[in-house]
């Protein structure tokens, strides 16, 4: 009989394990799609460059630089508040008085929906690339490499 506690205690131990690693696997994921959304953001702008030879005018703070470092500040939150819940389980277990929390979830859950938000007028206003500017033509009288002969 002492072998069956001893079993179902350490399930949970590896259940709340199982839980962080996919918190863990989560936070890496926005981290990285931050990440990507932000350096996006910046191709883009050197397209835009690149096509029309003006400085794109971003609004200040409906950017896909502000969305994407909110995203990685987001999910370097979630690693820290992961670990915390992680060790506040483990304590509840070897005590034997685990409550699960649900307000942590909708937290967590109103930020993602909040940041997914935000990112719904940037794809809006991606849709149209200016058109290409004709390049100017260059004169080869300064050239070194063409002969004047």
């Known amino acids: 009989m002492t072998k069956e506690p001893k079993i179902d205690r350490q399930r949970e131990h590896q259940a709340n394990e199982r839980t962080f690693l996919a918190w863990l696997r989560t936070s890496i994921a926005l981290i990285g799609f931050g990440f990507a959304i932000a350096r996006f953001g910046l191709f883009l702008r ?41 060790n506040q389980v483990l304590w509840q277990i070897e005590q034997g008085n685990y409550r699960p929390s649900p307000l942590s979830i909708w937290v967590i859950t109103a930020v993602v929906m909040i940041l997914g938000t935000l990112s719904i007028p940037l794809i809006l206003s991606r849709t149209k690339l200016p058109s290409p500017s004709p390049a100017p033509t260059r004169s080869h009288t300064n050239c070194p490499f063409i002969s004047r002969n």
């Not at 029309?52 to 502000?66: G, H, I, K, P, V």
């Open 46 to 86: 050197q397209l835009h460059l690149a096509l029309t030879q003006q400085e794109y005018q971003a609004d200040s703070l409906f950017n896909s630089e502000n969305l994407g470092v909110s995203l990685v500040v987001f999910g370097i939150t979630m690693v820290a508040f992961a670990a915390w819940r992680y």
